[in-house]
């Protein structure tokens, strides 16, 4: 049968080189038609350039694309949707305030009766199990769900082809299981779809074929049924990654310790934090799963000192700290990493230099009487950038400028450098490759093994299953009593994940 | 429909001359306005860009001219450029100079005929404060109840202007002038006139001022952890709040300090060119020094450098009114040209422009 179906779509010789980049180096691929085909790699190995090409948003520089044998060179994503690719990006283009079906309608280009269009989506829910109710306004619901809109707005133009860009990143392992049906429906019914993730296990389980790039080059073609995650990792990156060592540190004295904390979010669509109280240790990493919006921004604003809070709410070794804001925090020892890089934990328009100011002028003495002192302050960059693998030639570039693995590590980098008591981090891999993602995590390793208390809140199950000790979920604002890691069992972990989550 | 991507490799050199480009185009426009205007137009761009400098009929009292029209638009502009570059707007310069200037001439005219050394330093210090009061208002309204500081600092230049006007013929005029508007000349009042420190150069103390804040304001943006502040929170003011940085703070510093600069540019044009209060006392420094902010690249020398090109072009104007009779409001339009273009080019450096038809949009009723 495969010798008689011609593929659905094949890239020949596909070439795109930026600046001084070469984002694809003669790329040749093969989807078959009704197959799920992996598409894996790195930050950086030219995973979204080559989607980008098939999807009209970027052109290439030389290469042959043949979609449904034939020529095929969109202009745009408009003419790639008409031919009939279809995206699902992995950050969503919604309007939190309009309805779900307003939503789909603003983004069809053929016109729709607003009526025909809500009975569609009603039928589209039932045949592909994409739970979802048209008259909901979005910004109500989860990320899932966020999620089947896109994906209905997809299929209501009938894709030949449905390109999924990192689907699972923001879903709960149930919601999971529920894409992972509908994707295997649509394959059944003919789609192809162009899956593109870095959980290995994942891709083991739901795609039939797979391809690694790595710089730019296809590095392999495998059968991903007959090949284990280790040696998937290891093409990926190029080398064998080192599994992170984990020692434990004895003293217990407890350092931070929050005491029923009611906080109303600043945002409208946010989520409020419900009554949480936790308890950290010395020498110990708690880790606070939960999906994206469960309250992982608020938290982490309350613990920064960004947001205010009640009296008694919080306190750091003994003391009230909820009035003090994020720069007398730190003079106490408690640092944070917030999620978002730019704009938040650092200023775009500034180099690295300038951005080790943001946070450590006064624990490495960087400003005397108001004057900066720049000598010192370059040479604590220098040291982040030796200490921390970052890859940037000199520490007068731009933050902007950093790829996210490089930034990320740099400004983990910037606070693990000052020997803080206690770290809060929320998502300390997100959007960083896997060998910066094993190294940030090792590293936050090594400072709790020297006592430091850590709060490590991530989307990534797997991450914070790796190294905290204890381990709960934030769901829709509250939090389930903390537990130790190693005794749970991923029935537990699924149960914590979706507690309270009805209300 | 136009739409615009950053470009990824802006040219340094490009936005390093960008200012001269516009300055180049300024001259086409304005030289094209002129001719429209039955003006020569070669004739009109000489005598306000050249004759100013060097002809031998105009220079003599073109040079000095220079400075004393560049030294208050130099020190409005660089107080303004702090506030700018963390993205708070002070556009009521122009009532801040007038309050300045109100202000000192009120306690230097309450001190007259006594004669003392400290009479015109402690004009100065009261100037400043008043520019600075005046500028709070617009400040504290915003960081209180996030009021919009554009239009409020504007809406008070207007009060202002009536606060000139109502003093010039009230409280502050001239009790020997035989009833006309204005205040006393304090040219007249030697312990609060400001004269030119050397005779013929139109160097006053307004201008050594300019100098001496533009060297400074280099020296402290550069090196001091308030130029750090201001950029971070123009940059990233979330980063600015997560490096633990009151927003109020910096809301009332910039208008405090762009408020003072520009009431003592008030007291010194007062105390020294203008002599008196007068009905007519601004005549749009305040404005213009937000021209000269931008084509000076918020940077205190490129500061330095736009005061001294608009003052060429203010005295070049008058010249070329007085030579061709070119209107006072072409050389206004002129002057506006300059940061239109500006801004135009250092948009089209930024960004790609691309139009695209939007033929796709197009839907059924």
Known sequence: MESTNPPVLQLSHISKTYTNIMANDNISLKLNR?????????????????????????????????????????????AARLAGVGMVFQHFSLFDSLTVAQNILLGLDKAYSYDSLVDQIVQMSKNYGLALNPKMTVGDLSAGERQRIEIVRCLLQNPKLLIMDEPTSVLTPTEIEQLFNTLKQLSLQGTSILYISHKLEEVRRLCNDGTILR???????????????????????????????????????????????????????????????LEINQGEILGIGGVAGSGQDELLLVLTGETKVEKNTILYKGMDIGHLNPQERRELGLLTAPEERLGHAAAPEMSLIENCLITAKKEKNLVERGWIKFGKTAQFANDIMKTFDVRADNSANLAKTLSGGNLQKFLIGRELSQNPEAIVVNQPT?????????????ALLDLVSRGTAAIIISQDLDEILEISDRFTALVNGSISTPKVTSKLTVSEIGLMLSTHSTN | MIKLTPRNNQSKILIAITPIIAVLFTMIFGGILFWVLGKNPFEAIKLIFWDPLMSETFSDYARPQILVKASPLILIALGLSVGFKANIWNIG???????GALISAGIGLALYPMENRLIFPLMVVCGTLGGTLWALIPAILKSRFNTNEILVSLMLVYIAEQALASASIGILRNPEGSGFPGSRNLNQYPSASNPELIAGSGVHWGVVFSIL???????????????????????????????????????????????????????????????AITIDFNVGYGFTAIIVAFLGRLNPIGILFAGLLMALTYVGGEISQFMLGIPAAAIQVFQGMLLFFLLSIDLIVKFQLSFIRNKHISRKE
């Not at chain 2, 130029?227 to 600015?240: M, N, S, T, Y």
């Not at chain 2, 633990?244 to 540019?265: P, Q, R």
Request: glycine share 10%; hydrophobic share 40%; with cysteine.
């Open chain 2, 93 to 99: 310069a122009e009532g801040q100079f007038i309050m």
């Open chain 2, 213 to 275: 804040t533009v060297w400074f304001f280099h020296y402290l943006l550069k090196n001091h952890k308030f130029g750090f502040q201001i950029k971070l929170f123009g940059d990233a003011p979330r980063a600015a709040s997560f490096a633990g940085l009151k927003s109020n703070y910096i809301i009332l510093l910039c208008f405090s300090i762009s408020g003072g600069l520009a009431g003592m540019a008030g007291m010194f044009e007062l105390t020294g060119p203008a002599g």
């Open chain 1, 215 to 277: 710089d730019g080059k296809v590095i392999k073609n495998f059968l991903p049924s007959e090949t284990t995650s280790s040696e998937i990792a290891e093409l990926m990156v190029g080398k064998k990654i080192k599994p992170t060592v984990k020692q434990n540190s004895h003293s217990k004295e407890k350092i931070l310790d929050i005491k029923n904390l009611s906080v109303k979010s600043q945002t409208p669509f946010g989520t409020n934090l419900k009554n949480i109280s």
């Open chain 1, 34 to 78: 009704g197959h799920i085909h992996a598409l894996l790699g790195e930050n950086g190995a030219g995973k979204s350039t080559l989607v980008k090409i098939i999807y009209g948003l970027v052109k290439p520089d030389n290469g042959k694309m043949i979609f449904n044998e034939k020529n095929y060179a969109p202009e745009n994503p408009q």
């Open chain 1, 430 to 442: 997100w959007g960083v490759d896997a060998s910066a993602a094993q190294f940030i995590r090792q």
